[in-house]
């Protein structure tokens, strides 16, 4: 499969059309919504610097608005860019050979190539977000009508004749409409019906009774814990509550109206009722009981098919796949936002540096030395502890502290470069500044780069996850590795928390770290060195 | 040559370390305020009384609590040493001035130190601490006692009258730096007089229903706080006071960083007397720094600590299920405590729009699930607080009752505040388009966030968006003293025996009226709300000193419907026992615990069993089982 640039050109229109054809329809579809949200962080960063520079004015009252206006730049700039593509770019790309055979010999490397394919997929299966996880229905079909609520702005639940006009909890409609058994209505859930966050469904379970005996379905031992039975007019108020130990009731039972008020208590030894007192005198009997024992399920749970939980739930009750998607769409944002940043701010400033040297240079150098001996981990902690930093500008605070040393290499090898006969040759031939900086000594300095960002993404993922875990890291509604990681080690009980996060985060670093080292030996000048 | 060398290093070090310690002294030059003390006495002739014996009143009515019934098991066993833990070193060991006021300051002062009088933990009443008795004046603002002639402090100094006109000295100082100690000495007390050695009375300016709640004072020994001056707080950083209690800290005590030993002092003056000769059993108390609550359990499940609190359903429930506790080498027990309960809850500060609108507060009020808090990530085992003042006994309005979390009327208080239309997200916006947005600051400890997360995610059904803030605690309480917060969820420690409301809702400690009229938020005080009331604030200058129970109650019922009716401090959860687990050999008395403690360890009648500990740990080693014990202590569940 080759990439023209004309295909790439093409591709890109398509991309920018539907996304501004979604966007102007007021949709948010998965892939074609990353201008969006892009335009939403670069917002969020945008006022939190502007709040921090003590800012104030009617620009900031408007949030979505600019949030949009970003979005709308953004998409202009991908046109521009698919233009230039399919109008003046080469019907070709035009490699110089010696990059072709970087290209290729990083292809040869089976390990790296096949982990870079399968970082790719990651990259996508996270850009298809909530038509995988996430707690909004796919399509629901209600009385004949079609909604795509995953896509959609937020539906009241009064849309699907439910007594609320908050959004729609799309998996208790599909219950609801599952128990109606009534003819063409029907709800589509994603595979994963549970979002990433700020979603923790209470899981309440019927339990069975075995000849007297009390099971969870398909258990072999006999429940422990607390059931009730609830008022078959009003299920979400409990009638009756019992404690089970080994499947027989035991210690204390309570009892309320359909009014929630207490209406009786009792006491039970192996099953036996030993003490019972009745607050309401005799009335309590004849309140009405449904005949089902429910039992609540506490998080976290663990994994089960049953409840879709595939791999249980963290300590609030949130799906653990659901954080770990969630964790891996933040991990790749991060990842790009922080390339983005500290490699453009290593390549302008290092470049400055070792291009013009002399003063510039001087103190450049010593701005790093200074700046360098700051105890980045801490002034993190600090600052994270004084305020809640959201995403972007944790990553940015990371930014300020990372750039020293993508900036240390490009100094040192535009300072190589530019003494180099080919860059005198140039200036001779009458070449400016501009055009020896951009066309001669960036192409031959970046593969500093290409060898040095592989390892700059654990890096960044590391940190991250470390903040998280000590937390110090992003606000507590996002998902998060580090997080998960920390509630698993807390908890060696659950045990289904820790392994989880643990095997994401391996598999990712595991994958980045082979690609490291494919790019490294592909553009590795010394061609026949073998590494081990 | 290299032997020289050495040597010579040798001899800088000793040299360097002559210096520094030579410099640490510098720091601190030897100081005598004798005089100083003196003088300042004598400047308020008014408050620092002499008199004679012959002044004395001849019809006082000397009680000594007697007749109350002993506190503590008269078949507790002395000796041993208790593992504790705690999750930082202390920052101090002072009692008072900056971070004095941490977690480990009630380990080794507030519950250890004896004062005059102590109340009785088990039935309504007052018996004796350093006074042998003591005498109510006629009009109940003076309060006569006599000092048990052989108290001592633990270095052996005897207590004397002048140690307690020294207390003033020190709580009235700038020195000090602790503004609350400050005004509340300033404040509380009128005079203090010496009628001989062993015998003086403290008066105090306003009628109380019971005056020993607030007539009794802690001794400072003159001898310890003799270079008490302007550089206290740095000078006696890790000075410990001597004690009247029955442990001290000695040096070797002291592992910085690591632990804390507390030693039972030899030959205690009180260690034969009723009510103390069987409390303070174990000879050593050892508190470990463990910063992580889980390597805290699993250091208690070896047996490296004796005790863990375990009212987290996640130690109480899954953690339980080990083969420790199934063999009853670890036991478990609920106890049922009387005792005014924390404060927790989330306040609304009115201070930050729209937090002044009344139905955007009660809007709030209704959507705040704190029921789904309770039955989730508390598994049901709390309740509802009833309300921010709950615990008081009869000062506690009983008509009083949460707002319950419900859909339809938050909707309702929300749509009155103006907040009709539901944005893309589900939040409410108002007409000019400002987002129904609060932030809810609260500490970045235990279940905290997680709590704050569901009330969050229930909140956003009513429209309401919650911004959760979990901050560090120290940042938590900076953000707080300035008033800078939307929301917080937090709770104090209420202090018996009624509760205060000068503190949390008096516009003294809301804003200050500056000479140009305008107004200025007062920092540093436990006024969240920012509540300023211009009714309340004479009811409540008036419950500060209401003389009788009656009128104590009366007032207090009113304010507590008035701050309700405000819907500022929303009632989180409370806990009316505590459960803790603890090894075989650590023994209670047969009914578990005093009535009134307020944690297993702090009423001090428990003692280690020397011999259950080698019975247990034998048992342990061959696999024999106890079976497992739980004991629950409902005698004072209301």
Redesign the interface.
């Given at each position: 499969m080759s990439l023209s640039p004309r295909k790439l050109g093409v591709a890109l229109l398509g991309w920018a059309l539907g996304s501004a054809a979604f966007q102007w329809a007021g949709l948010r579809v998965p892939f074609f919504k990353l201008p969006q949200l892009a335009g939403e962080e670069l917002t969020e960063v945008t006022f939190a610097l502007a709040r921090l520079c003590g800012a104030k004015g009617t620009w900031t009252a408007n949030p979505v608005g600019f949030a949009s206006v970003v979005s709308w730049i953004l998409l202009a700039l991908v046109v521009v860019v698919s233009l230039y593509f399919l109008l003046r770019h080469a019907p070709e790309w035009q490699f110089n050979p010696l990059t072709r055979k970087k290209m290729h010999r990083f292809r040869s490397i089976r390990r790296g190539y096949v982990a870079w394919m399968i970082l790719l997929g990651l990259v996508f299966v996270a850009c298809l977000d909530n038509l995988l996880v996430g707690k909004r229905a796919l399509v629901v079909n209600y009385n004949g009508k079609y909604y795509f609520p995953f896509v959609s702005p937020l539906i009241p639940g009064s849309t699907f004749g439910l007594p609320y006009d908050s959004e729609t909890e799309y998996r208790s409609l599909k219950k609801k409409i599952a128990e109606e058994k009534s003819g063409s209505n029907w709800v589509l859930m994603p595979p994963v019906p549970y979002g990433a966050h700020l979603d923790a469904p209470e899981v309440v379970e019927e339990l069975e009774d075995r000849s007297g005996v009390i099971y969870r379905p398909g258990a072999a031992q006999p429940f422990d814990g607390r059931a009730y039975s609830v008022f078959p007019s009003k299920p979400s108020q409990p009638r009756q509550e019992w404690t089970y130990r080994k499947g027989l009731r035991q210690g204390d039972m309570r009892g309320w109206n359909s009014a929630g008020e207490q209406v009786e208590k009792g006491k039970f030894e192996e099953g036996k009722q030993v003490a019972y007192s009745d607050f309401t005198d005799g009335k309590a009997a004849e309140l009405e009981a449904g005949a089902g024992l429910q039992t609540q399920l506490f998080p976290p749970m663990a994994p089960s098919l049953q409840h879709r939980h595939y791999l249980g739930t963290n300590t609030s009750g949130g799906d653990v796949l659901a954080s770990l998607f969630g964790g891996l769409q933040q991990s790749i944002y991060v990842v790009i936002f922080y390339l983005v940043v500290t490699v453009t701010l290593g390549v302008v400033v290092g470049g400055l540096m070792g291009f013009f040297g002399g003063w510039i240079d001087l103190f450049g150098q010593r701005l790093i030395e200074i700046w360098s001996t700051m105890p980045f981990f801490f002034i993190v902690l600090i600052v994270s502890s004084v305020i809640q930093p959201q995403t972007s500008i944790l990553v940015l605070i990371i930014c300020l502290f990372s750039w020293v040393g993508p900036t240390l290499y490009m100094r040192t090898a535009t300072y190589r470069e530019r003494e180099r006969d080919y860059v005198a040759a140039t200036r001779l031939l009458g070449a400016g500044t501009g055009r020896i900086l951009f066309k001669h000594i960036l192409p031959n300095t970046i593969a500093v780069f290409v060898t040095l960002v592989p390892f700059m993404v654990p890096d960044i993922i590391i940190a991250l996850a470390g903040l998280d875990f000590l937390g110090f890291g992003l606000p507590p509604d996002q998902p998060s590795w580090g997080r998960l990681l920390q509630e698993g080690t807390e908890n060696f009980n659950y045990p289904w928390i820790v392994s989880s996060a643990f095997c994401a985060l391996v598999f990712v670093l595991v994958l980045v770290t082979f690609v490291g080292e494919a790019v490294r030996e592909a553009f590795d000048p010394k061609k026949f060195t073998t590494y081990q | 040559m290299r032997k020289a060398l050495w040597w010579g290093v040798l001899a800088a070090s000793l040299a360097m370390g002559g210096f520094s310690a030579r410099a640490e002294d510098d720091r601190f030059p030897p100081y005598d305020n004798t005089e100083e003390v003196k003088a300042f006495w004598k400047s308020k002739p008014d408050f620092f009384q002499w008199k004679t014996p012959a002044d004395l009143p001849s019809d006082l009515k000397w009680e000594n609590g007697g007749d109350l019934p002993e506190m503590g098991d008269p078949a507790a066993k002395k000796g041993g040493t208790f593992h504790d833990y705690i999750e930082s070193f202390p920052a101090t060991f002072r009692v008072n001035g900056p971070d004095a006021n941490g977690t480990f300051r009630s380990e080794h002062h507030d519950n250890i130190l004896i004062t005059l009088v102590q109340r009785h933990l088990n039935v309504d009443g007052w018996v004796p601490g350093l006074a042998d008795e003591w005498a109510i004046s006629p009009d109940k603002k003076t309060i006569y006692y006599r000092l048990c002639p052989t108290a001592t402090y633990s270095d052996g100094t005897p207590v004397e009258v002048e140690d307690f006109f020294m207390t003033f000295f020190i709580m009235l100082s700038p020195h000090i730096q602790d503004p609350w100690y400050n005004d509340f000495y300033a404040k509380e007390f009128k005079a203090i007089t010496k009628y001989d050695d062993h015998t003086f009375s403290i008066t105090i300016p306003n009628l109380k229903p019971d005056p020993l709640w607030y007539a009794d004072l802690p001794p400072s020994p003159r001898h310890f706080y003799k270079e008490f001056t302007d550089d206290y707080p740095a000078r006696y950083q890790w000075r410990k006071s001597p004690t009247t209690g029955a442990y001290d800290i000695l040096p070797d005590g002291i592992k910085k960083g690591r632990s804390v030993t507390l030693t039972r002092v030899k030959n205690w003056w009180a260690k034969d007397r009723k009510n103390f000769r069987y409390r303070f059993n174990p000879d050593f108390l050892e508190y470990k720094v463990v910063a992580?609550?889980?390597k805290a359990f699993e250091m208690f499940r070896q047996g490296q600590l004796d005790f863990y609190i375990m009212s987290l359903?996640?130690y109480w429930y899954?953690?339980a299920?080990i083969p420790e506790i199934y063999n009853g080498y670890i036991e478990r027990g609920l106890f049922y405590s009387v005792y005014p309960r924390i404060t927790r809850g989330i306040y609304l500060n009115q201070s930050k729009p729209p937090l002044d609108n009344l139905d955007v507060r009660l809007g709030v009020n209704h959507a705040l699930n704190f029921k789904?808090v309770i039955?989730?990530?508390f598994?049901?085992d709390p309740n509802r607080m009833k309300s921010t003042f709950a615990g008081f006994g009869r000062y506690t309005n009983p008509a009083l009752k949460p707002r319950e979390f419900d859909?339809a009327k938050a909707?309702e208080h929300f749509n009155k505040a103006g907040y009709t239309k539901?944005g893309?997200?589900?939040v409410r916006v108002n007409d000019k388009?400002q987002r129904l947005s609060l932030t809810l600051s609260l500490p970045?400890l235990g279940?905290m966030?997680?709590i704050?997360?569901?009330l969050?995610?229930e909140a956003?059904?009513?429209?309401l968006d919650l911004g959760?803030?979990?901050?560090?605690t120290t940042?938590l309480y900076k953000k707080l003293d300035q008033k800078n917060h939307e929301m917080c969820l937090v709770g104090w420690s209420a202090q018996p025996p009624y509760p205060r409301f000068w503190e949390y809702y008096h516009s003294d400690n809301a804003w200050k009226v500056q000479p140009d009229g305008t107004k200025k938020v007062v920092p540093d005080t436990n006024n969240v709300t920012m509540t300023a009331d211009p009714v309340m604030d004479p009811l409540i200058d008036q419950q500060r000193v209401a003389p009788t129970e009656e009128e104590m109650q009366r007032l207090c019922w009113i304010l507590e419907e008035m701050v309700e009716a405000k819907a500022v401090s929303i009632p989180g959860w409370e806990s009316p026992w505590y459960r803790y687990g603890h090894w075989r050999w650590v023994r209670w008395p047969k009914d578990g615990n005093l009535k009134n403690s307020q944690l297993p360890l702090d009423t001090y009648v428990h003692w280690i069993d020397e011999d259950v500990k080698k019975e247990t740990l034998e048992a342990k080693r061959a696999g024999k089982s106890f079976g497992e014990t739980l004991r629950v202590f409902d005698q004072y569940k209301d």
């Open positions: - | 992580n609550m889980d359903p996640r899954d953690k299920e789904k039955e989730i990530d598994r049901g859909v909707e539901r893309p997200d589900g388009g970045n279940p966030v997680q704050a997360m569901r969050k995610q956003l059904k009513t429209g959760v803030e979990a901050l560090d940042q």
